[in-house]
């Protein structure tokens, strides 16, 4: 059994914490055997590495850290660091993970929020940086849509399998993104279906992949507040945009009051502090 397919395997049943331990000791393949032999359940044994990593690349490439294009960011995640990755256009993440910023939001997003989601990740972009987004409707779409309008390709971290958008109707920009020398990663092997609990790791893995989160409006309870609060975890820089918007920007309020965000009433700001 290969590496790549053995640690396919774990990043399918295990969190990479609960095999760090054992990766630091013996290869994946001795890891995944271990597994096999201590999961009395039968599961892990009527599953076959090699051909769900073989089915799973006729879709996208599954990236280990031994590979060229494994984000080295990554690495500030020690133990929680991912075994492995789900990528379209995997070719061009090296370039485009040098310089990430996250631009994120509300998926029901004011119209005011989408003007400043499209003023910042413009400027961002002008300015060399990859915008990263979650494909998601509001912030996230409009991010990447303003980026790719001035030809700066972005990336895009799904919280699902990398065969299907998500959200469904956002397969035509996800297209647009990994066709125009982006890319789109996933925790993720394909089929896999969006949950709770994969919202909150694909959040997280926004939030490692950049060098900054820009929280352009964000509910007190929005999933953008997942990865902010993620961007804190793992020091990274978080700038929030002030507004009025009331209840609508509540978490940018609240991280601002409480000094865990930068304030950042300006795209030029942005530049500045990045």
């Given at each position: 059994?290969?590496?790549?397919?053995?640690?396919?395997?774990?990043?399918?049943?295990?969190?990479?914490d609960?095999?760090?331990?054992?990766?630091?000791q013996?290869?994946?393949a001795?890891?995944?055997?271990?597994?096999v032999?201590?999961?009395?359940?039968?599961?892990?044994?009527?599953?076959?590495p090699?051909?769900e990593?073989?089915?799973?690349?006729?879709?996208?490439?599954?990236?280990?850290?031994?590979?060229a294009?494994w984000?080295?960011a990554?690495?500030?995640?020690g133990?929680?660091?991912?075994?492995?990755?789900?990528?379209?256009?995997?070719?061009?993440l090296?370039?485009?993970?040098t310089?990430?910023?996250?631009v994120?939001?509300?998926?029901?997003?004011?119209?005011?929020?989408?003007?400043r989601?499209?003023a910042?990740?413009?400027?961002?972009?002008?300015?060399g940086?990859?915008v990263?987004?979650?494909?998601?409707?509001?912030?996230?779409?409009?991010?990447h849509?303003?980026?790719h309008?001035?030809?700066?390709p972005?990336?895009?971290?799904?919280?699902?399998g990398?065969d299907?958008?998500?959200?469904?109707?956002?397969?035509?920009?996800?297209?647009?993104i990994?066709?125009?020398g982006?890319?789109?990663?996933?925790?993720?092997?394909?089929?896999?279906?969006?949950?709770?609990a994969?919202?909150?790791?694909?959040?997280?893995?926004?939030?490692?992949?950049?060098r900054?989160?820009?929280?352009?409006?964000?509910l007190?309870?929005?999933?953008?507040?997942r990865?902010?609060e993620?961007?804190?975890?793992f020091?990274?820089?978080?700038?929030?945009?002030?507004?009025?918007?009331?209840?609508r920007a509540?978490?940018?309020?609240?991280?601002?009051?409480e000094?865990?965000?930068?304030?950042?009433?300006?795209?030029?700001?942005?530049?500045?502090?990045?």
């Amino acid at each position: 059994m290969s590496d790549r397919a053995a640690l396919a395997a774990l990043s399918s049943h295990f969190t990479p914490d609960q095999v760090a331990a054992d990766l630091a000791q013996y290869s994946p393949a001795e890891v995944w055997q271990q597994r096999v032999r201590l999961d009395n359940t039968g599961r892990l044994a009527q599953y076959r590495p090699e051909t769900e990593l073989s089915n799973g690349q006729l879709t996208c490439r599954f990236v280990i850290p031994t590979d060229a294009q494994w984000p080295g960011a990554l690495a500030d995640l020690g133990p929680a660091c991912p075994l492995g990755l789900w990528v379209r256009g995997h070719d061009q993440l090296p370039k485009l993970a040098t310089s990430t910023v996250v631009v994120t939001g509300n998926r029901a997003a004011s119209p005011e929020a989408i003007e400043r989601s499209t003023a910042f990740a413009t400027a961002v972009a002008e300015a060399g940086h990859t915008v990263a987004a979650a494909l998601a409707y509001g912030v996230d779409a409009a991010a990447h849509e303003a980026a790719h309008l001035i030809g700066g390709p972005t990336l895009a971290v799904l919280p699902r399998g990398l065969d299907q958008a998500y959200p469904h109707n956002h397969a035509p920009l996800l297209n647009t993104i990994t066709e125009n020398g982006g890319a789109a990663v996933s925790l993720y092997r394909p089929g896999t279906v969006t949950s709770g609990a994969t919202l909150k790791a694909s959040a997280a893995l926004l939030a490692a992949l950049s060098r900054a989160v820009i929280l352009i409006e964000a509910l007190d309870h929005a999933q953008a507040l997942r990865t902010a609060e993620a961007a804190i975890t793992f020091k990274r820089t978080l700038l929030a945009v002030p507004s009025d918007g009331g209840v609508r920007a509540g978490g940018n309020a609240r991280l601002i009051a409480e000094r865990r965000a930068l304030p950042c009433p300006s795209p030029a700001r942005a530049l500045e502090l990045l």
